[in-house]
């Protein structure tokens, strides 16, 4: 049986997604896989907990500075002297780790344990294969790393820009972005409504911000909705302040408004289109579930990138300002023909099944050390 260590980080709610979606793929394909968060397990637990606190605290009061340090990072080699080390971080925890676990295969969510993998090998540890499962539809320099022998990624498109980085052919594989099992399972319309509490009949929009609802811009999205002729769900996560917001919004109203929903793919199942920011979890998600997309809100950095990603791959709509929120929506429930084909290019690209995509190609290279 192979050991496989699945390395994540808690900073959005997406890698830990992955991380655990591919658990539960490997354990299905016989493996013994093991998850452990970079910065809580390998560093410390304050550690994670206040750089999180304060990568948090960037986005909802800051966002743009996020964006021009994502941007500036692009430019960078992800073992460059200028990023002070910070993408080694981890890097002797991962070492322990490795020493003690003896795991032979590792897999990294996010991009610096990924770099601490590649800083390893450098300095002459001997480290067992080692893939890592790109969450975004983007390349992006942090995570192109030297020693690593399979990059996993979204989309062909993202496949040619790793290429074109440098990145030889062979070494990169489109599996897609692994999502929930759940996913892989189709789900009845009707049914999922009737679950929710909705409408048989008529348009459903359902607008959601990810985990963290504060990161989004709900309140606008149910200003517009309040105002379409169609049955609007708003789904606002784990963020209370912003639930009691939009509660208060909508009081009155048809409008339904849920906190931290676990049956997503029910709940996307249920619906017609979705508003949402384009992180890149959500956008796995929806893809998977084949809901068309209207992207609004995405914050600079790896959103708007993804966000670009999905509107030049004819997945989605996107609503730029608030202004063009209302006439944006108007459009996608009036104009024939336009959902259908918003779907048809997300089936052509649809990959629900990416876990197991992603866990034979790891599995693979294994086999091939062996």
């Given at each position: 049986?192979?050991?496989?260590?699945?390395?994540?980080?808690?900073?959005?709610?997406?890698?830990?997604?992955?991380?655990?979606?591919?658990?539960?793929?490997?354990?299905?394909?016989?493996?013994?896989?093991?998850?452990?968060?970079?910065?809580?397990?390998?560093?410390?637990?304050?550690?994670?907990?206040?750089?999180?606190?304060?990568?948090?605290?960037?986005?909802?009061?800051?966002?743009?500075?996020?964006?021009?340090?994502?941007?500036?990072?692009?430019?960078?080699?992800?073992?460059?002297?200028?990023?002070?080390?910070?993408?080694?971080?981890?890097?002797?925890?991962?070492?322990?780790?490795?020493a003690t676990l003896?795991?032979?295969?590792?897999?990294?969510?996010?991009?610096?344990?990924?770099?601490?993998?590649?800083?390893?090998?450098?300095?002459?540890?001997?480290?067992?294969?080692?893939?890592?499962?790109?969450?975004?539809?983007?390349?992006?320099?942090?995570?192109?790393?030297?020693?690593?022998?399979?990059?996993?990624?979204?989309?062909?498109?993202?496949?040619?820009?790793?290429?074109?980085?440098?990145?030889?052919?062979?070494?990169?594989?489109?599996?897609?972005?692994?999502?929930?099992?759940?996913?892989?399972?189709?789900?009845?319309?009707?049914?999922?409504?009737?679950?929710?509490?909705?409408?048989?009949?008529?348009?459903?929009?359902?607008?959601?911000?990810?985990?963290?609802g504060a990161f989004?811009?709900?309140?606008?999205?149910?200003?517009?909705?309040?105002?379409?002729?169609?049955?609007?769900?708003?789904?606002?996560?784990?963020?209370?302040?912003?639930?009691?917001?939009?509660?208060?919004?909508?009081?009155?109203?048809?409008?339904?408004?849920?906190?931290?929903?676990?049956?997503?793919?029910?709940?996307?199942?249920?619906?017609?289109?979705?508003?949402?920011?384009?992180?890149?979890?959500?956008?796995?998600?929806?893809?998977?579930?084949?809901?068309?997309?209207?992207?609004?809100?995405?914050?600079?950095?790896?959103?708007?990138?993804?966000?670009?990603?999905?509107?030049?791959?004819?997945?989605?709509?996107?609503?730029?300002?608030?202004?063009?929120?209302?006439?944006?929506?108007?459009?996608?429930?009036?104009?024939?023909?336009?959902?259908?084909?918003?779907?048809?290019?997300?089936?052509r690209r649809r990959?629900?099944?990416?876990?197991?995509?992603?866990?034979?190609?790891?599995?693979?290279?294994?086999?091939?050390?062996?």
């Open positions: 049986m192979s050991r496989v260590l699945i390395v994540t980080a808690s900073y959005g709610s997406g890698h830990n997604i992955a991380a655990e979606s591919l658990a539960a793929a490997f354990r299905e394909a016989g493996a013994e896989p093991i998850v452990v968060d970079h910065f809580r397990d390998l560093v410390h637990p304050f550690f994670e907990r206040a750089t999180r606190a304060l990568y948090y605290w960037i986005l909802r009061h800051a966002p743009l500075v996020w964006g021009a340090a994502y941007t500036l990072a692009d430019h960078m080699a992800s073992d460059s002297s200028l990023a002070l080390g910070v993408t080694r971080v981890g890097a002797a925890g991962l070492a322990r780790t490795l003896r795991p032979d295969l590792v897999v990294t969510v996010h991009a610096t344990p990924a770099v601490a993998m590649a800083a390893l090998a450098r300095r002459g540890y001997r480290v067992p294969p080692h893939v890592t499962v790109v969450t975004d539809f983007v390349a992006h320099s942090q995570w192109i790393a030297p020693g690593v022998d399979r990059y996993c990624v979204a989309a062909d498109e993202v496949k040619y820009e790793f290429i074109a980085r440098g990145i030889p052919h062979e070494r990169v594989v489109v599996t897609g972005v692994p999502v929930r099992p759940e996913f892989e399972r189709p789900v009845d319309p009707a049914a999922a409504r009737q679950a929710f509490g909705l409408p048989v009949r008529g348009p459903v929009v359902l607008a959601m911000a990810g985990a963290q989004g811009r709900l309140l606008e999205v149910t200003w517009t909705l309040l105002r379409l002729p169609a049955q609007g769900v708003v789904v606002t996560g784990q963020d209370d302040h912003v639930g009691e917001e939009i509660r208060r919004l909508a009081f009155g109203t048809a409008l339904r408004v849920f906190g931290y929903v676990a049956d997503v793919r029910r709940l996307m199942a249920a619906a017609d289109l979705l508003v949402t920011k384009a992180g890149g979890m959500t956008l796995a998600e929806a893809m998977a579930a084949g809901l068309p997309l209207v992207a609004y809100g995405s914050l600079p950095g790896q959103e708007r990138r993804n966000e670009r990603f999905a509107s030049r791959s004819g997945i989605a709509l996107v609503a730029r300002s608030w202004r063009e929120l209302g006439p944006t929506l108007e459009r996608a429930l009036t104009e024939p023909g336009l959902l259908e084909r918003l779907r048809a290019q997300i089936q990959r629900p099944d990416a876990s197991r995509r992603v866990v034979a190609a790891a599995l693979e290279l294994v086999g091939a050390r062996r």
